[in-house]
């Protein structure tokens, strides 16, 4: 067990973008704390600490790494104006509620983690950002930008808006849909179903998202096969509410003895380098 | 016994024309020059223009058909049933618009009574009406900023070339406003000249498009304001469902970049 665990971080930063309803940054650390003894810093904004000139290049950065058209390989674009005037004004205001833009999430990582790391990655940080933005990546199997929940990396990206719209909801939802049932009729009789913005069990919920960024960071894989398990790579609903809330049990027994191994070393933990390639999780 | 009156006072044919040719000429005349051309007269156009007429700014509206109001008179499927999400029915009571909550953040409206209460408080604010009237280009003055719009008859798009041979004319304004939909007609033509770059709208998303094409709507180029769906096609945002309080809003804020940009200059 020892060996697979390559290296245990001093602490896990938290980090957060825009207004993130129903999300309870705190409880969510003190769980990560309780499970792992790994301790927590909850760091608030991301961009709360930067000066309006670092803001300005960070809004043109990210008007840059708009996916246009999912169907297509991205490409770099010079952006218009008022692109970048909407991210500047996304970027100053900490409780920005806007979404719907898709951004290119491997580029987007690397923003962040410009923004965390500032060009030295410490691997003794395992830094999380939970955004209220939605990211995808490009999936070779159908030449197609998908949206995704996460990106498990240095940083680990969650996306509290891909948890909502990237797993899919019932099949019946979406043929209703199409048969011209109103969304908001829909959303109404299905509730309960799947998570909607502002659900009250998004933490809860997130608490396993926040836990397979983790593993990420100690193992290389974030996943496991288990759909009970809280590290399960769920892709509709039902398996996301299954996995977080109503599976057997919070974690297989595999992964239950990692963390019990974890929590045991962690107040005994040092840094050892590792790489790994990121996870991605719908 | 005595002859019975006539209802209408007798006027004759002719002076029916001259008082058409006349009111026409004299208002086109006044407007060839305006402070804000808006182009499409659909809700964002309307509401755009109704704002800023408001604040007694010369606001024409140039729109290619004979009718006002693009397509605010009918919703989804051809039926006349207009919706608005919240807070879009702040706006319907201000216009003195009727309507019914659907379910939770959902209204909805008569689209005949919603579309014609939109176009008389656009007129009340003293908006006037090129109608009938097709963009044709944009007029660019130093820096290429727009100027005005270069416009012609609509019938005559539909004739062939070979036998009509009509030239446009050319309107100036301090202030263009591009409202005409998914086309985004003006941002294209820009796009022609190699100015600007569009990509097109995205897949539909209701729920996300209408909150960013509110926060996109602003000035594209210099001179040139983009209010509505023709801000979805500009930046490449997803496309919109029928609901109309995007449009409204995006129609409100347009508004409100030109009266600032006005102050400035």
Same mark, same amino acid.
């Given at each position: ?10 602490c ?12 309870? !940054? ?13 301790p927590? #810093?909850?760091q ?7 000066s309006?000139?670092?803001?300005e ?6 008007? #840059?790494?708009k996916?246009k058209?999912p169907?297509k ?18 970027v100053?205001?900490?409780?920005w ?5 898709l951004?290119?999430?491997v ?7 410009? !923004?965390?790391?500032?060009?030295r ?8 950002l ?9 999936? !070779? ?5 998908h949206?995704?929940?996460?990106l498990?990396?240095f ?6 808006v ?22 908001e009729?829909?959303e109404?009789e299905?509730q309960?179903?799947?998570l909607?913005?502002g ?7 997130l ?7 983790? !593993? ?15 590290l399960?790579n ?7 509410? #299954?996995?977080q809330?109503?599976?057997q ?5 595999r992964?239950e ?14 840094l050892s380098s ?9 | 016994m005595?002859?019975?009156k ?12 001259r ?8 208002q086109?005349?006044e407007y ?5 051309l ?7 156009? /309307?509401m755009? =223009?109704?704002?800023i ?5 010369k ?11 693009g =397509?605010?008179?009918?919703g ?5 049933k ?17 309507y019914?909550? %659907?379910?939770? =953040?959902l209204?909805?409206?008569?689209g005949?009574?919603?579309?014609s209460k939109?176009i ?5 604010a003293?908006?006037?009406?090129a109608n ?6 944009v007029? /660019?003055?130093?820096g ?10 609509t019938p ?5 070339r ?9 309107? +100036? ?17 820009? +796009?022609e000249r190699?100015?600007l770059?569009?990509?097109g709208?995205g897949? $539909?998303?209701v729920?996300?498009s209408?909150?960013?094409?509110v926060?996109h709507?602003?000035e %594209?180029h ?17 496309? $919109?469902g029928?609901?109309f309080?995007a $449009? /409204?809003?995006?129609?409100?804020? =347009?508004?409100?970049v030109?009266?600032?940009? $006005?102050?400035?200059?």
């Amino acid at each position: 067990m020892k060996n697979f665990i390559h290296h245990i971080p001093t602490c896990i930063d938290l980090y957060e973008e825009g207004n993130i309803k129903g999300l309870n !940054l705190q409880s969510l650390g003190r769980y990560l704390a309780e499970k792992t003894g790994v301790p927590f #810093r909850n760091q608030g904004n991301i961009y709360k600490r930067f000066s309006e000139e670092k803001l300005e290049t960070i809004a043109k950065e990210l008007a #840059r790494i708009k996916v246009k058209d999912p169907g297509k390989r991205f490409a770099l674009g010079v952006p218009l104006q008022a692109e970048v005037d909407y991210e500047r004004r996304r970027v100053r205001s900490l409780s920005w509620k806007v979404f719907g833009i898709l951004y290119e999430g491997v580029l987007y990582q690397k923003i962040v983690s410009d !923004l965390i790391f500032e060009g030295r990655l410490a691997l003794d940080r395992c830094a999380i950002l939970f955004t209220n933005q939605l990211f995808g990546t490009w999936d !070779l199997d159908n030449m197609r930008y998908h949206a995704r929940v996460s990106l498990y990396g240095f940083p680990s990206l969650i996306s509290i808006v891909g948890l909502v719209e990237a797993p899919a909801r019932p099949k019946e939802f979406y043929l209703r849909k199409q048969m011209g049932t109103p969304i908001e009729l829909l959303e109404e009789e299905y509730q309960g179903r799947f998570l909607d913005h502002g659900d009250s069990r998004m933490t809860e919920v997130l608490k396993g998202y926040a836990m397979q960024a983790l !593993l990420f960071h100690l193992t290389g894989n974030p996943f496991c096969e288990d759909r009970d398990c809280r590290l399960f790579n769920s892709h509709w609903q039902e398996e996301v509410l #299954r996995s977080q809330m109503d599976g057997q049990y919070e974690f297989c027994p595999r992964h239950e003895a990692i963390l019990k191994e974890l929590k045991s070393r962690s107040s005994s933990s040092s840094l050892s380098s590792s790489t790994g390639e990121a996870g991605v999780g719908r | 016994m005595s002859e019975k009156k006539p209802i209408f006072t007798p006027v004759s044919e002719k002076e029916v024309t001259r008082a058409i040719v006349a009111g026409f000429a004299k208002q086109f005349i006044e407007y060839v020059e305006s402070d804000c051309l808006i182009i499409g007269g659909g809700p964002s156009g /309307l509401m755009a =223009g109704r704002d800023i007429a408001l604040k007694g700014v010369k606001t024409l509206i140039v729109e290619r058909n004979n009718y006002i109001g693009g =397509g605010f008179w009918i919703g989804g499927y051809l039926m006349n049933k207009v919706t608005v999400r919240e807070p879009g029915q702040k706006i319907l009571e201000e216009l003195g618009i009727p309507y019914e909550k %659907a379910v939770r =953040g959902l209204y909805v409206a008569d689209g005949p009574h919603a579309c014609s209460k939109l176009i008389a408080a656009a007129c009340d604010a003293g908006v006037k009406f090129a109608n009938m009237t097709i963009f044709d280009d944009v007029v /660019l003055r130093e820096g290429n900023r727009v100027c005005g719009a270069v416009v012609n008859w609509t019938p005559v798009q539909a004739l062939p070339r070979e036998i009509t041979c009509v030239d446009p004319i050319a309107l +100036e304004s301090k202030f263009v406003v591009d409202s005409t939909g998914h086309d985004a007609c003006v941002v294209k033509k820009l +796009e022609e000249r190699g100015i600007l770059k569009t990509v097109g709208f995205g897949a $539909m998303w209701v729920e996300q498009s209408e909150d960013l094409v509110v926060e996109h709507t602003g000035e %594209a180029h210099p001179g040139l304001i983009v209010t509505g769906m023709a801000v979805a096609t500009t930046y490449g945002l997803p496309r $919109m469902g029928p609901t109309f309080g995007a $449009m /409204l809003l995006s129609g409100r804020r =347009g508004a409100q970049v030109v009266l600032e940009k $006005m102050k400035k200059k």
